[in-house]
């Protein structure tokens, strides 16, 4: 029986990438021994790691780029001639949810590049809005959304650990442990850092928050893990941590810093690609979610973490930049409510710490 060739179709960076990973799991186990591409598209954020990336080299075959905005219809046809080429026996759409003539335009360029089977094609209305659960006030996460899609494949269990596997491997973990050496005392993990200005808590809340988790925490390591570009606020920020400091910004690259993650009893940070990750992995995470998302969209869907996401009135702007209302969503959030929050995890896994 001939392996079919199986092309995945999802755009995005690290956070977007992990939230995909059951849905790319599924999609996996599914096909089986067929061959795999992606069609994505290359970070408009400089810093902001690629797909493929995160995946590995050893998930797909190839890696075609989608230029996001492409217009030009020279390229746009080039760009259906590339796929063509693949002899792809099946597309999976994982497109985010975007309006009904998208969906149509995206499944005739798909077909007009002869894919003749595509699964997780946008059909209902939930597919083209964030759907809101009245119960509950939280709108469909964005992992369950993949999940509901590729349904004709296969389903996940959430709370499986193989449901959410990176598949990292011994090199890979070999240098989280370089990087990462065996500590007497547990590790927590904090990333100070965010592509987006309405996504940061600010460094003057990160400091504060530094010194009451050092001084309940005093004989514990402190990882600091982010891109390159954040090392140095990364150094301001922890710079009152009383006792060991790693600071692995730009050190580690994604798939390591998940496996650092791994090794780390609690995680603290901003809604980002690392939260992602830490979540991925298992580690339990306190997330600082500013409102410019829908609540529960980008929750985190593994069990297990707490989040912090204050609603404002003008939640789900999804500004990048926030001047007009200064960030009140995020800014709203006290280092008390954080520190609590890290502190109830840390009693939870019965980890010792000092009166606070």
Known sequence: ?????????????????????????????????????????????????????????????????????????????????????????????????????????????????????????????SDFTVSRNENSGLYENETLRLLRRVAPLGSADLADSSTWDLKIAAVERAAAESALPVYPAPTIALCFGTKMQAKDWEIPNWQQLVKRLGAALPAWRLAVVGSADESERAERCAADWPGTVVNLCGRVSPRESAAVLEKCAIFVGHDSGPMHLASAVGTPCVAIFSARNLPGQWFPARPGHTIIYHKTDCFGCGLETCIAEKKRCIMSITVDEVFGAAIQIIKGKNLTFSSC
Do not use: C
């Open 1 to 125: 029986m001939l392996k079919k060739q199986i092309l995945i179709y999802r755009l995005g960076s690290l956070g977007d990438t992990v939230v995909a990973l059951p849905a790319f799991n599924v999609i996996r186990k599914h096909f089986g021994e067929g061959t795999f591409s992606l069609l994505t598209n290359k970070p408009i954020a400089s810093k902001a790691a690629p797909i493929e990336s995160v995946l590995g080299p050893d998930f797909f075959r190839e890696v075609i780029d989608y230029p996001v905005g492409l217009r030009n219809p020279a390229n746009l046809l080039g760009l259906s001639r590339r796929i063509r080429s693949g002899n792809f026996d099946v597309l999976v759409n994982l497109s985010a949810a975007r309006g009904r003539l998208n969906a149509w335009r995206d499944s005739f360029f798909f077909r007009f590049s002869g894919i003749k089977r595509v699964v997780g094609t946008p059909r209902n209305k």
